[in-house]
């Protein structure tokens, strides 16, 4: 089997919001079936390798068992420190790869041949002028408007009947408002403390852990 396919499975403490910490350690207690105090130990925020050399598809099969405890979980993959160690590096100069040699092209000029300096490649053809008949065109002296703007006539309002009151008048009285009235005759207090709404219970999740064991850690 290759290291580089290889994978363990990290806890670091974590969980989803829906928890709390009492909460996911004693799920995380029942998944490995150890003691809360020890499981306790697990969410010390110190990574710990729960699974080593899994493959990709175990390693997702053990993320997602804990995934449904509500504990999160990092696959991190394996290094092959064989394949590291068969590295090296070259001295300074030598050449890793050797470029190809371009293929030249035999390209045949004897059906080729060069014109006289000034020769010319096309005849231009003349381009006869255009005749535009401007008889009936006329230019106005300078200043004359092309068109007249037409005059509107001001509008005339009648403002005889209409007056100023002093400054600070009162255009409307306001009015009054009537105070509402609210029938609360019905209505009445608990006491302090009452619970208004009774809180559900959970049942406990119950999670089939038979198949899953803890890896030795330091």
């Known amino acids: 089997m290759s290291a580089e396919n290889l994978f363990d499975v990290v806890f670091k403490g974590k969980f989803v919001r829906e928890l709390d910490k009492n909460r996911a350690v004693l799920h995380f207690s029942k998944v490995f079936k150890v003691s809360f105090e020890k499981a306790e130990k697990f969410f010390d925020g110190n990574p710990r390798v729960l699974k080593k050399d899994q493959e990709l598809e175990k390693a997702n099969h053990f993320r997602e068992a804990l995934k449904k405890a509500g504990l999160k979980v990092s ?10 160690a068969e590295l090296t590096v070259s001295a300074p100069g030598v050449v ?9 092209a035999n390209i045949s000029t004897a059906r080729f041949s060069l014109d006289e300096v000034g020769a010319q490649f096309a005849n231009p053809k003349p381009v006869a002028p255009v005749n535009i008949d401007t008889s ?12 007249k703007k037409q005059e509107i006539a001001e509008p005339e309002f009648d403002i005889s009947s209409i007056t100023l009151d002093e400054i600070g008048a009162i255009f409307d009285e306001p009015q009054e408002l009537p105070e509402p009235y609210l029938d609360i005759s019905e209505l009445t207090l608990d006491e302090v403390g009452v619970i208004i709404v009774e809180k559900k219970t959970v049942p406990a999740v119950d999670f089939d852990t038979s198949s899953m064991k803890l890896a030795e850690f330091e």
């Open 96 to 104: 890793l790869v050797t470029p190809p040699e371009p293929v030249v």
């Open 136 to 147: 009936s065109f006329e230019i106005d002296p300078e200043g004359v408007e092309i068109v």
């Open 75 to 84: 696959l991190i993959k394996k290094i092959n420190e064989n394949f590291k």
